[in-house]
């Protein structure tokens, strides 16, 4: 479908634009910044790992906002829109007698991440994984055919 491929372009730009700004960051630190005893291959697996990780929150996000724009129709206001959704709804759940329910957002789940923990990053990464497949499918059902351009 189109929407689905409209959505997997911006997600794979994002992605190619990532692992360039990746590549040209750890390019330079390690020629330009001096290596001590502490620094380790065990240190480079762990920050790529938790790298890939917080990909699929940015995944999940683009989904997130793909379909903003697609209820929005383009505007400018789907912007504002996504950042409320994304930052203000865990203020939102605990006023719904819902706190648990902050958990599962993602702007939640880059902690666990953080953590390194196993356990806690396959949750978020399913967590993540779960938002980009009910969003997408959200933004497919709700598109149409002239909201292209």
């Given amino acids: 479908e189109l929407y689905v491929s ?11 634009l990532a692992a360039a ?46 379909l903003f ?9 789907a912007v504002f829109v996504y950042y409320a959704a994304v930052y203000m709804s ?11 329910a902050a958990d599962y957002l993602l702007v939640a789940q880059v902690r666990p991440i953080v ?8 949750q978020a990464v399913l967590i993540s994984l779960a938002t980009l497949a009910a969003f997408l499918t959200l933004g497919a059902a709700c598109f149409r055919r002239r909201d292209v351009a």
């Fill in 6 to 16: 409209k959505a997997l372009t911006a997600i794979l730009l994002g992605l190619l």
């Fill in 21 to 66: 700004a990746l590549a040209v960051y750890c390019g330079g630190t390690l020629l330009l910044l001096p290596r001590g005893p502490v620094f380790a291959g065990g240190l480079a697996g762990q920050f790529f790992g938790r790298f890939a990780a917080l990909c699929s929150v940015y995944v999940g996000a683009v989904a997130v906002a793909a």
């Fill in 69 to 77: 724009t697609v209820f929005l129709h383009r505007g400018a206001l």
């Fill in 90 to 100: 865990r203020y939102l759940f605990p006023l719904l007698h819902l706190p648990k």
């Fill in 115 to 122: 953590s390194g923990a196993p356990d806690a990053v396959r």
